[in-house]
């Protein structure tokens, strides 16, 4: 059994290196980064959106507190005046106001708490995102080395010596070296 093993791992690493050695390692980068642009930009706009349902819940939240206020107003003048029926009509109002400004309240929260979150995970991705961009840029630098490097594929047949070209030169080389 541990044979088969052994010999299962082997042919994976081999598979792998083989696939590693098929894949452009620069254009997989490439890729990565233009993904991660992507859903940077799509965090980006959720975030927006966050801030904006937030800003909407406060000034929600801040008209039913004026509201409420009025309510109370009215409240006090009616059982000022004794009108017990318009009273409760208020009072009910004023129920409904109270539980909208606390649901708006909360959402105003979950809003903020989730815009933290997104905030804290779009700073790990940029500092990821600046990380791929620098492997890129390592790479791309390796490869325009190594292009400076490697013997040009094209210099071939500026290489090539013509059978005319051999024939002066041995021509030139006899006549410097024959005994004046």
């Known amino acids: 059994m541990p044979l088969l093993s052994r010999l299962s791992r082997l ?13 452009e390692p620069e254009a997989l980068l490439r890729q990565s980064v233009r993904e991660m642009e992507d859903a940077l930009a799509a965090d980006e706009r959720v975030l927006k959106r966050l801030g904006e349902d937030r800003q909407r819940a406060a000034r929600q939240h ?9 309510l109370e107003l009215e409240l006090a003048t009616c059982f000022a005046e004794g009108e017990t029926e318009l009273a409760r009509r208020l009072v009910r109002r004023k129920l409904e106001q109270t539980k909208l400004a606390a649901s708006l309240l909360r959402a105003e929260d979950d809003c903020r708490t989730r815009a933290a979150a997104l905030a804290a995970r779009l700073e790990e991705n940029r500092a990821r995102l600046a990380n791929l961009r620098h492997k890129l ?38 006549a410097a070296r024959k005994p004046s």
């Open 137 to 174: 840029d390592v790479l791309a630098s390796q490869a325009v080395a190594d292009d400076r490097t490697a013997p040009r594929r094209d210099a071939g047949p500026d290489l090539a010596v013509a059978d005319d070209e051999v024939e002066a030169a041995f021509l030139r080389e006899q």
């Open 62 to 70: 801040a008209d039913c507190l004026l509201t409420l206020e009025r």
């Open 11 to 23: 042919f994976q690493a081999d598979f792998h290196a083989v696939l590693d050695q098929l894949e």
